[in-house]
C-alpha cells in the first residue's frame, strides 16, 4: 500500500470519496477481546493515559471502500458506552486516533473533518466553531502526506482543549472548547456519521 497515492490521481480521488462520505464500506471483520483489539491488522492498545487519566477503548471501525481501506478509527473514554449522546457528553479526557493505512495528502483528511463538521452542525453553531476548524485543519495540512502505518490521536483534555498527535508527537496548540472536539466526535459517531459501520463498529463497546 505504501507509494499507492504517489502518480495515482485516482487513488487520491478514491481516498476522498472514502473520507468524505461518497462511498461506503464493506464487511467488518470481529474485534479481539484480548489485550489488545486487532482490526485490519491494526492494533489498539485496550489502555491509554491522557492526562494522567486511565482510558479504554470503547470500539473500532474501518473507513474504506472495496478493497481501498483508508484508516481504521478507535475511540478511548474513562468509561465505554454504546450510547453516542452519553460518549460525547461525558466529563475528562477523551481520545480519538486513526491509524492510516493509505498514503495520500493530508490535506484530503483535513477537508474530511471540514465536511463532516458541516455535515452535522447547523449555520449557527459552524460559525462558532468556523476560526477554531480553520486552525485544526491548519494542522492537519501541516502534516504533508499521511503514510500508512501513522497513527493520529485526538486528544481532549479539559482546560486545555483539542491536541492533535502525530505518531505520539504534539501538532502546534490544543484547538479550545469542549463543544469544538464534541463537533469532530460527531464525524465519526453522531446522528449523520461519515459511515454508519464506522459509527457502528466504534460503539461495540469492549469485554470486561
Wanted: with cysteine.
Amino acid at each position: 500500500m505504501r507509494g499507492l497515492a504517489a502518480g495515482r490521481p485516482w487513488c487520491v480521488a478514491a481516498l476522498v470519496a472514502v473520507m468524505s462520505g461518497m462511498a461506503g464500506v464493506g464487511h467488518l471483520p470481529g474485534v479481539s477481546q484480548a489485550h489488545a483489539a486487532v482490526l485490519e491488522s491494526q492494533r489498539f492498545d485496550d489502555n491509554v493515559v491522557v492526562a494522567d487519566r486511565t482510558l479504554r477503548l470503547n470500539g473500532l471501525g474501518l473507513r474504506g471502500v472495496a478493497w481501498i481501506k483508508a484508516f481504521v478509527a478507535g475511540l478511548y473514554v474513562a468509561a465505554p458506552s454504546r450510547d453516542p449522546g452519553q460518549l460525547m457528553a461525558m466529563q475528562g479526557p477523551k481520545r480519538l486516533r486513526l491509524k492510516i493505512m493509505l498514503e495520500a495528502p493530508s490535506k484530503e483528511l483535513s477537508k474530511a473533518f471540514s465536511k463532516g463538521v458541516r455535515r452535522n452542525e447547523v449555520a449557527a453553531v459552524q460559525g462558532q466553531l468556523g476560526e477554531r476548524m480553520a486552525v485544526f485543519a491548519g494542522l492537519i495540512d501541516s502534516l504533508g502526506t499521511l503514510k500508512v502505518g501513522d497513527a493520529l490521536d485526538v486528544d481532549f483534555v479539559p482546560g486545555q482543549g483539542a491536541q492533535l498527535r502525530h505518531n505520539g508527537k504534539a501538532v502546534g496548540e490544543p484547538v479550545a472548547g469542549e463543544d469544538f472536539y464534541r463537533a469532530l466526535l460527531k464525524i465519526f459517531i453522531g446522528e449523520r456519521p461519515v459511515d454508519a459501520r464506522l459509527k457502528e463498529g466504534m460503539l461495540r463497546g469492549r469485554a470486561e
